[in-house]
């Protein structure tokens, strides 16, 4: 174990439940020999952080650093990490270490993000103890494996968003092997959604956006989509029932009516939960039964498969619409994302 070129990371923490955080520092743990750290140049604002600083989800150690969209470059590395170098341009996503052994039953199977000794990004603890911090810092460091370079193809603004929006919305596609001429469904076309019909529409699928804001038409068609269906409309909506191999869930909304969601699947199709429902769903058994629908969830991608979105997002030009805010107006920020209104990430400059 070695320190780093910064001996107190300087960053915005949320103190206490809320939507603010404030100016904290912090001894980052020591340097270990597969480690990095990177000074943060720019930093993506994902709705868990959000949950996380309101501790919306239980559990949040205050003082806590979140964010987990990270793009930067290396600044020092361990003497073991043989894959990067000072200088190298690098994204960092929700998760920052796994133990990525063979008999690891997560790990072996490309599922990192359920590794039993994972440490994410923030408001989670290392086998020392330490909290990890995250993006909304100046400089940051993990194990070098949960950093990966950004592929000169990719503007370094418009990456951070796709180390975990891009990757959630792509990694069950991939696992579930989408390909040219599914017909697949995005619901909710947001921070996720715009990036899931452009994920989507470049593995060759026919894409139907589904939104209860018929004023997003016209840029679905433009992210990719081949259909636009109004949710508040029911003659579209009966237009597509029984069509649909895929349906990928990208909002939380109060109002999503997911027995309404089985309808409109074809047999045997797969409904895919992306972001966390509020609250519970209730359905009858026989729904399940009667279709052969089945519904499942996704967390995020591991190790390989945030590469193989990277490279992707690379070959197809797939890039998040942004909007962007200096890191020191970070708190205009939160309150921008969490009134509903930023189109469609935020990404924050150092």
């Not at 968003?161 to 001429?181: D, E, H, I, Y």
């Not at 030009?317 to 990430?345: Q, W």
């Amino acid at each position: 174990m070695v320190e780093g070129k910064i001996n107190e990371i300087h960053g915005w923490a949320a103190m206490k439940p809320g939507l603010t955080v404030e100016p904290w520092s912090y001894k980052p743990r020591s340097l270990g020999e597969h480690d990095i750290e990177i000074k943060i140049e720019y930093s993506g604002i994902c709705g868990s952080d959000l949950h996380t600083i309101k501790e919306e989800w239980n559990g949040t150690a205050y003082p806590a650093i979140v964010g987990h969209e990270i793009v930067g470059r290396v600044i020092t590395k361990g003497e073991k990490v043989a894959h990067l170098e000072e200088g190298d341009l690098v994204g960092v996503g929700a998760q920052v270490y796994g133990c990525l052994q063979s008999d690891c039953n997560a790990c072996s199977r490309d599922l990192d993000p359920h590794c039993p000794e994972k440490v994410f990004t923030y408001n989670s603890k290392y086998s020392d103890g330490q909290q990890a911090q995250g993006g909304y810092a100046e400089a940051v460091r993990v194990d070098a494996n949960y950093a990966f370079k950004i592929p000169a193809g990719i503007d370094p603004v418009y990456a951070p968003p796709l180390m975990c929006a891009g990757v959630t919305v792509f990694a069950p596609m991939l696992r579930k092997g989408v390909k040219k001429g599914d017909r697949v469904g995005v619901v909710g076309i947001g921070g996720l959604g715009h990036l899931a019909i452009q994920y989507a529409s470049a593995l060759g699928a026919e894409v139907i956006a589904f939104s209860h804001s018929p004023n997003k038409r016209e840029e679905c068609a433009k992210l990719g989509a081949s259909k636009f269906v109004d949710t508040s409309n029911k003659d579209e909506v009966d237009a597509i029932s029984h069509t649909l191999k895929y349906l990928f869930i990208t909002s939380n909304s109060k109002s999503n009516q997911y027995n309404d969601f089985v309808s409109w699947m074809d047999f045997e199709g797969q409904i895919v939960i992306l972001a966390m429902p509020q609250g519970t769903m209730e359905f009858r058994p026989g729904v399940f039964i009667h279709t052969e629908v089945a519904i499942t969830g996704s967390l995020i991608g591991g190790i390989n498969v945030l590469k193989k979105t990277l490279e992707f997002s690379a070959k197809h030009n797939i890039l998040p619409t942004i909007e962007r805010f200096p890191m020191s107006k970070v708190n205009d920020a939160l309150v921008h994302v969490d009134s509903g209104k930023a189109r469609y990430r935020v990404v924050l400059e150092n």
